[in-house]
């Protein structure tokens, strides 16, 4: 059974610095590893999807790492801002014909003015 | 697009009461699922289905009943409600489950069961 787990469970910063928040899971045949933002009393919103073939990914301020050997993953925020506070969470796709979503609970972010 | 749609936003429940979680997307994805999310659990499956008239039990799927008649629409069923159904309910879609889709997520269904 694939189990994920975010360390850590919570990250206050400074606005401005450059923050990494890491996830890692038990099972390295996954399909694909995807980071998710969730806002308070909100749904979930997709902000990067690693391919099991891939490395990383990029969107603007974002990066996204994935290293298959290890079991991790590695979400790279620059230059935060405040309204990058929010729930993180890392989700891996995995489960021979089921293709089942597997989430860990996720880092809440407070980036500080 | 609306993109994925839950109706109610919040609703409360007593013990053994039955009622359907509705959820609805217009984007034509054959993949649909349910998430539960519980504080300090993280979100959890509890069903899903790969198209019309296909669904499956993911995680946690005692209590809940699911069908999909078609391929815009997957209801959660709850069939007796019990205190430990008390969570936030989220319909996610794909166009299908595969490798290169992500999972566009419904803004969730506050459920409260005394």
């Known amino acids: 059974k694939q189990e994920v787990t975010q360390i850590p469970a919570a990250l206050s910063v400074p606005e401005g610095e450059n923050l990494v928040l890491n996830c890692s899971f038990t099972?390295?045949?996954?399909?694909?590893l995807q980071w998710f933002r969730q806002d308070p009393g909100k749904g979930l919103t997709s902000l990067l999807l690693i391919q099991s073939s891939q490395r990383e990914q990029t969107s603007g301020r974002l990066n996204a790492s994935l290293d298959k050997s290890s079991g991790r993953s590695t979400l790279y925020i620059a230059a935060s801002q405040p309204g990058d506070s929010a729930t993180y969470l890392c989700?891996?796709?995995?489960?021979?014909?089921?293709?089942?979503?597997?989430f860990g609970k996720g880092t809440k972010l407070s980036v500080i003015p | 697009n609306a993109g994925v749609t839950q109706t109610p936003k919040f609703q409360v429940l007593k013990t053994g009461q039955s009622m359907t979680l509705q959820c609805a997307q217009d984007m034509n994805h054959e993949y649909m699922s349910w998430y539960r999310q519980d504080p300090g659990m993280g979100l959890r499956l509890i069903h899903y289905?790969?198209?019309?008239?296909?669904?499956d039990q993911g995680e946690v799927p005692n209590g809940y009943n699911v069908s999909r008649s078609t391929t815009e629409d997957f209801p959660l069923r709850l069939l007796s409600a019990a205190p430990s159904q008390t969570s936030v309910y989220f319909c996610a879609s794909s166009y299908w489950a595969g490798s290169q889709e992500t999972q566009y997520f419904g803004p969730g269904t506050r459920l409260l069961v005394l």
């Open positions: 289905s790969v198209g019309a008239g296909i669904t």
């Open positions: 099972d390295s045949a996954i399909y694909n």
């Open positions: 989700a891996a796709l995995s489960g021979a014909g089921s293709y089942q979503l597997t």
